[in-house]
Protein backbone atom coordinates (compact mmCIF):
# COMPACT_ATOMS: atom_id res chain seq x y z
CA UNK A 1 0.00 0.00 0.00
CA UNK A 2 1.02 3.17 -0.95
CA UNK A 3 1.16 6.72 0.15
CA UNK A 4 -1.69 7.64 -2.45
CA UNK A 5 -3.73 4.62 -1.15
CA UNK A 6 -3.19 5.48 2.47
CA UNK A 7 -4.25 8.90 1.69
CA UNK A 8 -7.34 8.17 0.20
CA UNK A 9 -7.90 5.31 2.66
CA UNK A 10 -7.92 7.70 5.49
CA UNK A 11 -9.63 10.53 3.52
CA UNK A 12 -12.17 7.47 2.55
CA UNK A 13 -11.97 7.03 6.57
CA UNK A 14 -12.20 10.64 7.61
CA UNK A 15 -15.44 11.23 5.15
CA UNK A 16 -17.05 8.19 6.49
CA UNK A 17 -16.16 9.44 10.16
CA UNK A 18 -17.69 13.27 8.88
CA UNK A 19 -20.12 11.83 7.63
CA UNK A 20 -20.89 9.45 11.12
CA UNK A 21 -20.38 12.73 13.21
CA UNK A 22 -22.64 14.65 10.80
CA UNK A 23 -25.30 11.61 10.99
CA UNK A 24 -25.14 12.26 15.07
CA UNK A 25 -25.59 15.61 15.20
CA UNK A 26 -28.36 15.79 12.93
CA UNK A 27 -30.18 13.16 14.71
CA UNK A 28 -28.72 15.16 17.74
CA UNK A 29 -30.30 18.14 16.49
CA UNK A 30 -33.86 16.54 15.74
CA UNK A 31 -33.97 15.58 19.18
CA UNK A 32 -32.87 19.41 20.78
CA UNK A 33 -35.40 20.83 18.33
CA UNK A 34 -38.31 18.01 19.08
CA UNK A 35 -37.73 18.71 23.38
CA UNK A 36 -38.14 22.55 22.15
CA UNK A 37 -41.24 21.87 20.37
CA UNK A 38 -42.20 19.59 22.88
CA UNK A 39 -41.61 22.12 25.76
CA UNK A 40 -42.84 25.10 23.67
CA UNK A 41 -46.44 23.18 23.48
CA UNK A 42 -46.06 22.33 27.00
CA UNK A 43 -45.58 26.36 27.56
CA UNK A 44 -48.01 27.14 25.52
CA UNK A 45 -51.13 24.82 27.04
CA UNK A 46 -50.04 26.08 30.40
CA UNK A 47 -49.70 30.03 29.29
CA UNK A 48 -53.49 29.22 27.76
CA UNK A 49 -54.50 27.13 31.05
CA UNK A 50 -53.33 30.26 33.03
CA UNK A 51 -55.22 32.67 30.70
CA UNK A 52 -58.36 30.93 30.37
CA UNK A 53 -58.61 30.60 34.42
CA UNK A 54 -57.60 34.63 34.77
CA UNK A 55 -60.44 35.38 32.02
CA UNK A 56 -62.71 32.73 34.33
CA UNK A 57 -61.75 34.35 37.10
CA UNK A 58 -62.01 37.96 36.08
CA UNK A 59 -65.68 37.21 34.48
CA UNK A 60 -66.61 35.69 38.00
CA UNK A 61 -65.57 38.79 39.91
CA UNK A 62 -67.40 41.45 37.13
CA UNK A 63 -70.66 38.65 37.52
CA UNK A 64 -70.36 39.42 41.22
CA UNK A 65 -70.00 42.82 41.15
CA UNK A 66 -73.05 43.23 38.74
CA UNK A 67 -74.81 40.70 40.87
CA UNK A 68 -74.53 42.94 44.03
CA UNK A 69 -75.26 46.06 42.11
CA UNK A 70 -78.04 44.52 40.94
CA UNK A 71 -79.30 43.95 44.60
CA UNK A 72 -78.50 47.01 45.85
CA UNK A 73 -80.78 48.76 42.88
CA UNK A 74 -83.60 46.34 43.93
CA UNK A 75 -82.83 46.62 47.38
CA UNK A 76 -83.19 50.84 47.20
CA UNK A 77 -86.18 50.33 45.22
CA UNK A 78 -88.11 47.87 47.24
CA UNK A 79 -86.53 50.59 50.46
CA UNK A 80 -88.66 53.62 48.45
CA UNK A 81 -91.77 51.67 47.68
CA UNK A 82 -91.72 50.91 51.31
CA UNK A 83 -91.01 54.99 52.31
CA UNK A 84 -94.01 55.71 49.61
CA UNK A 85 -96.37 53.00 51.37
CA UNK A 86 -95.18 54.39 55.23
CA UNK A 87 -95.81 57.74 53.82
CA UNK A 88 -99.18 56.77 52.84
CA UNK A 89 -100.04 55.15 56.01
CA UNK A 90 -99.28 58.79 57.83
CA UNK A 91 -101.66 60.50 55.35
CA UNK A 92 -104.24 57.71 56.26
CA UNK A 93 -103.60 58.15 59.86
CA UNK A 94 -104.05 62.00 59.91
CA UNK A 95 -107.51 61.69 58.32
CA UNK A 96 -108.74 59.63 61.73
CA UNK A 97 -108.94 63.88 62.61
CA UNK A 98 -111.99 64.12 60.01
CA UNK A 99 -113.68 60.79 61.56
CA UNK A 100 -116.33 60.81 64.09
CA UNK A 101 -114.46 58.83 66.56
CA UNK A 102 -111.84 61.40 66.34
CA UNK A 103 -113.07 62.64 70.43
CA UNK A 104 -112.53 59.39 71.64
CA UNK A 105 -109.39 58.49 69.86
CA UNK A 106 -107.64 62.43 71.72
CA UNK A 107 -109.60 61.51 74.98
CA UNK A 108 -108.04 58.14 75.48
CA UNK A 109 -104.78 59.47 73.90
CA UNK A 110 -104.63 62.36 76.66
CA UNK A 111 -105.77 60.49 79.75
CA UNK A 112 -102.73 57.56 78.97
CA UNK A 113 -100.59 60.59 78.80
CA UNK A 114 -102.36 62.03 82.28
CA UNK A 115 -102.18 58.45 84.11
CA UNK A 116 -98.32 58.42 83.37
CA UNK A 117 -98.01 62.20 84.41
CA UNK A 118 -100.53 62.57 87.25
CA UNK A 119 -103.63 65.11 86.67
CA UNK A 120 -101.28 67.77 87.43
CA UNK A 121 -100.97 68.07 83.58
CA UNK A 122 -102.09 70.51 80.85
CA UNK A 123 -103.21 69.20 77.43
CA UNK A 124 -101.34 70.47 73.83
CA UNK A 125 -102.79 69.72 71.09
CA UNK A 126 -102.95 71.33 67.51
CA UNK A 127 -104.20 74.49 66.55
CA UNK A 128 -106.70 72.61 64.39
CA UNK A 129 -107.69 70.52 67.42
CA UNK A 130 -107.63 74.14 69.82
CA UNK A 131 -111.78 74.21 69.89
CA UNK A 132 -112.44 70.74 70.13
CA UNK A 133 -109.51 70.41 73.17
CA UNK A 134 -111.10 73.21 75.21
CA UNK A 135 -114.56 71.37 74.92
CA UNK A 136 -113.08 68.10 75.82
CA UNK A 137 -110.51 69.12 78.49
CA UNK A 138 -110.92 71.80 81.10
CA UNK A 139 -106.72 71.33 81.18
CA UNK A 140 -105.85 72.43 78.02
CA UNK A 141 -103.12 74.42 77.10
CA UNK A 142 -102.90 77.93 75.40
CA UNK A 143 -99.73 77.00 73.57
CA UNK A 144 -100.26 74.55 70.61
CA UNK A 145 -98.07 71.95 68.95
CA UNK A 146 -97.14 71.61 65.11
CA UNK A 147 -98.72 68.53 64.90
CA UNK A 148 -101.05 66.42 62.66
CA UNK A 149 -102.87 65.18 65.16
CA UNK A 150 -103.36 63.31 68.68
CA UNK A 151 -101.98 65.12 71.84
CA UNK A 152 -99.21 65.94 73.93
CA UNK A 153 -99.63 65.71 77.82
CA UNK A 154 -97.12 68.06 79.71
CA UNK A 155 -96.54 68.92 83.56
CA UNK A 156 -97.13 72.18 83.91
CA UNK A 157 -93.81 73.39 84.83
CA UNK A 158 -93.13 71.47 80.96
CA UNK A 159 -90.25 70.02 81.83
CA UNK A 160 -91.97 66.12 81.39
CA UNK A 161 -93.80 65.64 78.23
CA UNK A 162 -95.97 62.38 77.14
CA UNK A 163 -95.78 62.98 73.09
CA UNK A 164 -99.30 61.15 71.41
CA UNK A 165 -99.14 62.58 68.72
CA UNK A 166 -99.52 61.44 65.42
CA UNK A 167 -95.85 61.71 64.31
CA UNK A 168 -94.72 60.69 67.80
CA UNK A 169 -97.21 57.10 67.46
CA UNK A 170 -96.29 56.99 64.16
CA UNK A 171 -92.49 57.23 65.04
CA UNK A 172 -92.38 54.80 67.59
CA UNK A 173 -94.32 52.18 65.47
CA UNK A 174 -92.25 52.93 62.03
CA UNK A 175 -90.08 49.95 62.40
CA UNK A 176 -93.08 47.49 62.77
CA UNK A 177 -94.79 49.62 60.12
CA UNK A 178 -91.98 48.94 57.70
CA UNK A 179 -90.73 45.03 58.73
CA UNK A 180 -95.14 44.79 57.49
CA UNK A 181 -95.25 46.53 54.87
CA UNK A 182 -91.81 44.59 53.17
CA UNK A 183 -93.59 41.29 54.37
CA UNK A 184 -97.16 42.75 52.07
CA UNK A 185 -95.26 43.94 48.85
CA UNK A 186 -92.66 41.66 48.96
CA UNK A 187 -93.42 38.40 50.64
CA UNK A 188 -91.62 37.17 53.47
CA UNK A 189 -90.10 39.32 55.93
CA UNK A 190 -92.14 40.66 58.48
CA UNK A 191 -95.17 38.26 57.49
CA UNK A 192 -95.84 36.45 61.08
Same mark, same amino acid.
Given at each position: ?34 ? &?? $? %??? *? ?7 ? !?? #??? +??? =? ?20 ? &?? $? %??? *? ?7 ? !?? #??? +??? =? ?37 ? #? ?49
Amino acid at each position: MGLEQLSRQLLMDAKKEASAVISRAEKEKERIVSE &AE $E %KKK *QLQAEAKRK !AK #EMA +QRQ =KSELASGASIRAKQIVDAEKNA &AV $E %KAL *QAVFAEMSL !AR #EAK +QYE =KLLKRLAEQGQKELGKDSTIIVSEKDHALAKKLFSATSK #ETAPITGGVIVSTLDGKIRVDNSFEAIFEQNKDWLKKEAFGEMFGGKGKK
